[in-house]
């Protein structure tokens, strides 16, 4: 391969994402494509024709995500993430609007906060009673 053909190529992928920001996971996803598009691209002599057909792309799920294809129960360390601290119940299938800090229930804890705070008010009153001498000396 020459250089102005790897230049081509490689300008053909960045031209592809000239609007979009670059991160970390973009990056990659480039990377991923420019080698791809490469190695089918040295494959033909007429590579500027194959090269912009999204059927011939030779990337794959595998390629993009690292995903076999292959669906697994839950891992342990997954579920074990996603458990509500406070009844020690997943939460991976809750939405986030029911979840509180972390991976908490919201309602757990919103049951949680009420019985503290019913216990401090508690302790409250029991604190505020205060019991003063009586005084012999004062006339009515």
């Not at 990377?31 to 990337?59: G, R």
């Not at 119940?89 to 757990?108: A, F, I, P, R």
Request: hydrophobic share 30%; proline share 2%; charged share 30%.
């Amino acid at each position: 391969m020459d250089e102005f053909f790897v230049q081509g190529v490689v300008g053909g992928v960045l031209n592809r994402h000239k609007n979009r920001t670059l991160d970390k996971n973009r990056i990659a996803t480039l990377s991923v494509e420019i080698a791809s598009n490469l190695d089918k691209a040295s494959q033909y002599t007429d590579v500027i024709k194959e090269a912009n057909l999204a059927k011939d792309n030779p990337l794959s799920i595998e390629m993009w995500k690292g995903w076999d294809g292959v669906e697994r129960p839950y891992e342990k360390e997954y579920l074990d993430h996603w458990t509500c601290d406070i009844c020690d119940e997943h939460t991976h299938e809750v939405d986030y609007d029911y979840l509180g800090s972390g991976t908490n229930h919201l309602k757990c804890e919103l049951e949680h906060e009420n019985a503290y705070n019913d216990y401090l008010d508690n302790t409250k009153s029991e604190q505020l009673e205060i019991q003063f001498p009586e005084d012999d000396n004062e006339t009515s």
